[in-house]
């Protein structure tokens, strides 16, 4: 997912995952969105002109039922529908 995300340019989520911040019998799924971190300068519109600029990267941990919640939580209220979710 980080090389993916280094050679598009764009945020790429990781696979299904044990978070660290979850306890050892915790099955709730958990992913990490990763974002690539380039140094200025001109576009980088090619892979190589990406690989070679690139810093680092930042990622923000998700709770996937908690993100999906948070998406899903008002979706009764202005739909009329209730949508259930299971991973």
Same mark, same amino acid.
């Given at each position: #997912? $980080? ?6 340019? $764009?945020? /790429? =989520? @990781? !696979?299904?995952? %044990? ?7 915790? /099955?709730? #799924?958990?992913?990490?969105?990763? @974002?690539?971190? @380039? ?6 519109? !090619?892979?190589?002109? %990406? *690989? !070679?600029?690139? =810093?680092?990267?930042?990622? +923000?941990?998700? %709770?996937?039922?908690? @993100?999906?919640?948070?998406? =899903? #939580?008002?979706? %009764?209220? +202005?739909?009329?529908? *209730? +949508?259930? &979710?299971? &991973?």
């Amino acid at each position: #997912a $980080m090389d993916q995300a280094r050679d598009t340019g $764009m945020p /790429t =989520l @990781f !696979s299904k995952v %044990r978070l660290v911040q979850e306890d050892a019998g915790s /099955t709730e #799924a958990g992913a990490i969105l990763y @974002f690539p971190v @380039f140094r200025q300068g001109p576009g980088l519109t !090619s892979v190589t002109a %990406r *690989q !070679s600029e690139l =810093l680092g990267w930042t990622g +923000i941990p998700l %709770r996937i039922p908690d @993100f999906i919640n948070g998406i =899903l #939580a008002d979706w %009764r209220n +202005i739909w009329g529908k *209730q +949508i259930d &979710l299971y &991973l």
